[in-house]
């Protein structure tokens, strides 16, 4: 099974998108900032990164840059999930897909499943 | 004189008789009778012939003044006088008694008859009593009961009837003389009437000397001188006239029987008196002479007193009008239809301090300032006999220069063809009437043009006698406002009929009730025009019993401030929209979470049914998550509605902690975003009495204003502390302190004020509308510079005590447009 690491600070949003993910038959891994984050992704060294763009501290933004930098990590796909998708091309190019939040069970499986396909690749 | 001071005098005379004993009257009258009858005896003719029968005179008027009662003193003392004075006259004792007797009979008849005719009445007072007297006691009388004197009957027993009609002719002739003469100057002598000699000047009697002289110059030479003067006889009746016109009746009396008695004692009867030359009927010639002759006289000083009584009566009653009018305050006054006064009381020439001489004569005009004389000649021109009386009310000059008021009630006299002669008025000095008038007429007026000036009207309810006053200043007329009387109904239809009922109704529940104040606000319509918003404000007065008899209030034109309240309430409006506009994406992700965590619970339900198998225990976790994400984004749409309703404040028991918790979710993403960390301290505070969004608002507001001040600080310096502390025992006080750039210290006070402003882009509103909801919460809001000189603190204190609360809050109801129901 593919692991999922899913950021949000929200613990509600966690509770049922994880929920959602593992009825899609996904391992996941919750975080609700960025240095939990880190820590998960090295421990668990998720298949695929699901994080909310809008957080207190550090964004999901600064965690993508984060990843991307990562020697290790740096190839892992990273999906955005918003309600303000960002307009600018460099933040853009961070995610392999932006989705816009809520979403259907569908889009979310086929970004998933379309990120993991890129990540074996 | 009048017939009731006749009276008295008839009285207290006949009380002086009746004071004395009968051993002094029958004496008195005895010496009396005596001497008359002696004189009548000396005055016999030269045949014995009777002229003058004094005691008949003296008789009668003895018994008239005498009391019945006392009568028979008189009787008493009349028969042993006759015999002692006619004891050497001849006839015998029995001749004698039987004379007596008959004068005795002869008297008292006519004196009884005489009292019966007259009764209390005096016979000299008027021509009727005299008639009266003259024809029954001095005609009627003697010529009936001398048929009896002894002599008529003697002769007439005799067989001698000429004899006897002579004896009968000259003994009634001498009884009426006697009694025209002695009895009246003897009668008006013991009955003295007021007026008489007692009360003569030297002069009058100096006058009455000469008189005397004169008439005893004429009866000289008509009775005593050897030659026979015919003049003489008209010659006498000067004197005697003129003394009976200036002496009166009494004076009269005692002339005309002096001259009667003296021509009687003359011996002599002249020959111009004489009709024959018969000497027995020479006698009744002279009787009849002196009998004219006094009655002509007595007639004539009748006739002059009683004109002189009525002028006196008249004189008497002037005089006493006089001082019934002199004696008066008010102002009574004739005059000529010029003004020229005829007639002034004493009150008038008091009033202008001149004596009366030099205020007659004048034009009351004159007393009048110059400016006002062609109206009051105006006024006067408008009387007709058919409206002759009318009012005047007039300022006048005093004497010391100042001007007073009089109100004068005139009338105009006209003649018998409708001319004006003069003018008669009463009047009175109304000055310090008239000044209070003024007084209070200014006093109203000041009254009104206050109340126009507020735009009020003031009114006055006498609930116990459904009387309503008030002033004319609601009415925004143009006109010298004043205040006047309306129907309590009328001022009902004065309120907008959507309005009616409810101020009909809450009027009587505050006047049923035991408050002392009312007030209430509704649009009013007066007399037509367009409605206005008018505040109503009462007092109520209430007797012991605590029912209300009176209301005394003001109506304030309120629609300006109505519209200002509207505006105030539409800006505040936008302000808030404009609030709730900075936070969007802060809102817009506070909404989205709960949804999205719904939307991604329901995607694993229905990915989880379309499983073969699934976990019930899984389900229903799905749908209480699903429950609870509803409720919190349901009671976060309930926060908002709070937030951006336009509701009017409304109080209720809220934790202020839960406010500092929502707005802080609220606000969270805007924080974020503006990298901006919040910080909150709630410490355990008691429920107070508030209105939850207006609170969310100002302090959304307060943590705006925070973020704005740290704009330009350093990401990692911006920290925003919302700390909420209780302050003594009751009070809440919320604090929100920034790290930005703290506040000038001039610009301090000022930053809760409307339109006030530091930001490029601010409104300069949503302090001042934090404070207005503050205030109507009775609360407080203010502004410190931190104390380490980094940022400032943005502070607000509400009293939890809900009475407390509402009192101030509806004390800053008017300044801030914020309402309680």
Redesign the interface.
């Known amino acids: 099974m593919s692991v999922v690491l899913l950021i949000d600070d929200d613990r509600r949003i966690r509770n049922s998108l994880g929920r959602l993910l593992r009825v899609l038959s996904y391992d996941v891994v919750e975080a609700s900032d960025w240095e939990t984050a880190l820590e998960l992704t090295a421990g668990h060294r998720p298949d695929v990164v699901l994080t909310d763009l809008h957080m207190p501290e550090h964004s999901g933004v600064d965690i993508a840059r984060l990843l991307r930098g990562h020697p290790e990590f740096g190839d892992t796909p990273i999906i955005a999930l918003t309600a303000t998708p960002p307009r600018d091309d460099e933040t853009i190019s961070l995610f392999h897909t932006i989705l816009e939040k809520p979403c259907a069970a569908e889009d979310l499986e086929r970004a998933l499943s379309a990120a993991l396909q890129r990540g074996k690749h | 004189m009048t017939r009731i001071a006749t009276w008295t005098a008839s009285h207290a005379g006949s009380a002086a008789l009746r004071g004395d004993s009968a051993a002094i009257l029958a004496p008195l009258c005895g010496l009396l009778y005596y001497l008359a009858a002696s004189l009548e005896l000396a005055l016999r003719g030269p045949d014995g012939v009777p002229v003058l029968s004094p005691q008949h005179g003296v008789l009668v008027a003895l018994l008239m003044v005498t009391p019945y009662e006392r009568w028979w003193a008189l009787a008493a003392a009349v028969v042993p006088a006759h015999l002692l004075a006619g004891w050497n006259s001849g006839p015998p004792v029995w001749l004698l008694t039987w004379q007596a007797l008959f004068n005795l009979g002869l008297a008292s008849s006519i004196s009884t008859a005489l009292r019966l005719l007259l009764g209390q009445r005096h016979p000299f007072d008027g021509l009727r009593d005299f008639s009266q007297y003259a024809l029954t006691g001095a005609i009627a009388g003697p010529a009936l009961l001398s048929v009896f004197a002894p002599d008529v009957t003697l002769a007439w027993l005799s067989g001698n009837r000429d004899l006897a009609l002579a004896c009968w002719q000259t003994g009634a002739v001498a009884s009426a003389l006697a009694i025209l003469t002695w009895t009246s100057w003897i009668y008006l002598a013991l009955l003295p009437r007021p007026g008489g000699l007692q009360r003569r000047t030297p002069q009058q009697y100096l006058e009455a000397l000469m008189i005397a002289a004169a008439l005893v110059a004429c009866f000289q030479l008509a009775f005593v001188s050897d030659t026979e003067h015919h003049a003489a006889l008209y010659l006498f009746f000067i004197p005697l006239l003129w003394q009976s016109v200036r002496f009166g009746v009494d004076a009269a009396a005692m002339a005309v029987t002096l001259i009667a008695t003296l021509a009687s004692a003359a011996e002599r009867i002249p020959h111009s008196v004489r009709i024959r030359d018969a000497p027995q009927v020479a006698v009744i010639d002279l009787q009849i002479f002196l009998i004219v002759m006094t009655l002509i006289a007595v007639v004539i000083a009748i006739v002059v007193d009683e004109r002189r009584r009525v002028a006196q009566a008249a004189s008497e009653s002037d005089a006493r009008y006089r001082a019934i009018v002199d004696s008066q305050t008010d102002f009574v006054c004739r005059s000529l239809p010029d003004t020229t006064l005829t007639f002034a009381n004493a009150a008038i020439c008091r009033y202008f301090g001149m004596p009366r001489e030099k205020v007659l004569g004048v034009q009351w005009l004159q007393f009048v300032p110059s400016d006002t004389r062609d109206e009051l000649r105006q006024a006067l021109g408008r009387a007709t006999p058919a409206n002759p009386t009318f009012m005047l009310k007039h300022p006048v000059t005093l004497p010391d220069g100042r001007t007073g008021w009089h109100e004068w009630t005139n009338t105009a006299i006209f003649d018998s063809e409708q001319r004006l002669i003069e003018f008669q008025g009463t009047g009175r000095d109304i000055t310090a009437l008239a000044r209070a008038e003024l007084a209070l007429r200014q006093n109203d007026e000041r009254l009104s043009f206050i109340a126009r000036a507020a735009c009020d009207m003031i009114y006055e309810w006498d609930i116990a006698r459904g009387e309503m006053w008030s002033s004319s200043g609601g009415e925004r007329s143009e006109c010298a406002p004043s205040v006047r009387q309306v129907s309590v109904e009328s001022w009902g239809n004065y309120i907008h009929p959507v309005d009616r009922d409810r101020v009909a109704r809450d009027v009587s529940q505050a006047l049923r009730g035991s408050a002392t104040t009312w007030e209430s606000e509704y649009l009013y319509i007066g007399r037509g025009g367009p409605p206005r918003w008018v505040r109503h404000r009462a007092y109520i007065v209430r007797d012991r019993n605590g029912i209300a008899v009176r209301m005394i209030g003001a109506i304030t034109d309120r629609s300006d401030r109505k519209n200002l309240e509207e505006a105030h309430r539409t800006l505040e409006r936008f302000a808030r929209l404009a609030m709730v506009g900075q936070i969007t ?1 802060s809102i ?2 506070e909404i ?10 329901a ?2 339900g ?3 049914l379309n499983r073969d198998s699934y976990d019930k225990d ?1 389900f229903q ?2 749908f209480d ?1 699903i429950r ?2 509803n409720r ?1 984004a349901s009671d976060l749409v309930t926060r908002l509605r709070e937030l951006l309703h336009d509701h009017e404040l409304r109080l209720d028991p809220i934790d202020i902690n839960d406010v500092i918790r929502d707005v802080v979710k609220l606000i ?2 805007e924080s ?1 975003q503006r990298h901006v960390q919040l910080e909150t301290q709630c410490s355990d505070l008691p429920t107070m009495l508030g209105d939850y969004g207006r609170l969310q608002q100002v302090l959304l507001n307060l943590i705006l204003n925070g973020m704005d001040a740290m704009a330009t600080q350093p990401e990692a310096c911006r920290r925003i502390a919302i700390r909420s502390i209780r302050v003594g025992a009751t009070r809440i006080q919320v604090e929100v302190a920034d790290r930005g750039c703290g506040i000038d210290p001039v610009t301090l006070p000022k930053i809760f004020d409307s339109f006030f402003t530091n930001k490029a882009q601010g409104m300069g509103l949503g302090l001042a509308i934090a404070r207005s909801i503050v205030e109507a919460h009775g609360g407080r809001i203010w502004a410190e510079n931190n104390p380490d000189g980094v940022g400032a603190t943005l502070i607000f204190q509400i009293d939890s005590l809900g009475s407390k609360v509402i009192l101030s809050a509806r004390d800053n109801t008017d300044r801030h447009g914020a309402r309680l129901n």
């Open positions: 994406a817009a992700h989205n979470q709960p949804l999205g965590a719904i939307r991604y619970n995607e694993a229905l990915l989880f899984e976790e799905i998550d609870r994400d919190r969270r993403v974020r």
